[in-house]
């Protein structure tokens, strides 16, 4: 296959790409045992998970983003204390239903937010990512599950990969990034902070108009 001529790379990065790849891999590892495509899974599956929190985080900075806006956590569960801070509706799910008075036609949709568990298994993905995972389980190239439940053979551990990516597709199921209670909230401090910068209708108590008044 001819390499693109573009002077760019075409690589998703949102959460729902990262998950497809996990998918994918995971697949070709149940049809080959390819070792190599259970790490790419377990990979792309810890990518999606930080990617999501990093869109929750992203949106509920609004537009108004501080200078250290920049994101630097990369465990999940630090990531989910930073969302908290700034939405501490961030853990709660929620569907919006939208309508037209006197028509029965509505639109949902769903805010779906990472959960405790998911961060968790964010964290013990990252176990199966560092050399010490072959150093400290002698048996993971077995091709059979040893002890269901746990990481020793990549076999046990494919468990935890299924669970992860069923827990990342209902992260990932609503097409809200914020806690719509929590978006308002936004929307109308930048709304009120907008119009006390603009509005000059008010009197200054201190200002004079015309000439200063001769001694």
């Known amino acids: 296959m001819a390499a693109s001529q573009s002077p760019f790379l075409t690589y998703r990065i949102d959460s729902r790409s990262f998950l497809s790849r996990a998918i994918e891999a995971l697949a070709r590892f149940d049809a080959t045992a390819d070792a190599g495509e259970f790490f790419i899974a ?11 929190l990093c869109e929750y985080i992203n949106a509920s900075l609004g537009s108004v983003k501080p200078q250290d806006a920049a994101i630097k956590e990369f465990t999940a569960s630090r990531l989910m204390g930073r969302l908290a801070l700034l939405n501490p509706d961030s853990h709660r799910p929620v569907t919006l239903v939208i309508g037209v008075e006197g028509e029965e036609s509505r639109t949902a949709m769903q805010y779906t937010p990472v959960t405790p568990r998911l961060a968790a298994i964010h964290g013990r993905l990252g176990e199966l990512l560092h050399y010490n995972y072959f150093w400290n389980h002698e048996h993971w190239f077995i091709k059979k599950e040893w002890k269901p439940g746990t990481v020793e053979t990549l076999f046990d551990a494919r468990g935890l990969l299924l669970e992860g990516v069923d827990e990342l597709k209902k992260a990932t199921a609503g097409s809200l990034l914020s806690h719509p209670q929590f978006t308002l909230l936004v929307e109308n401090l930048e709304a009120e902070a907008e119009g006390e910068l603009t509005d000059t209708s008010s009197p200054n108590p201190d200002r004079r108009d015309g000439p200063p008044p001769v001694a």
């Open 42 to 52: 377990a990979l792309q599956l810890r990518f999606g998970i930080e990617a999501r």
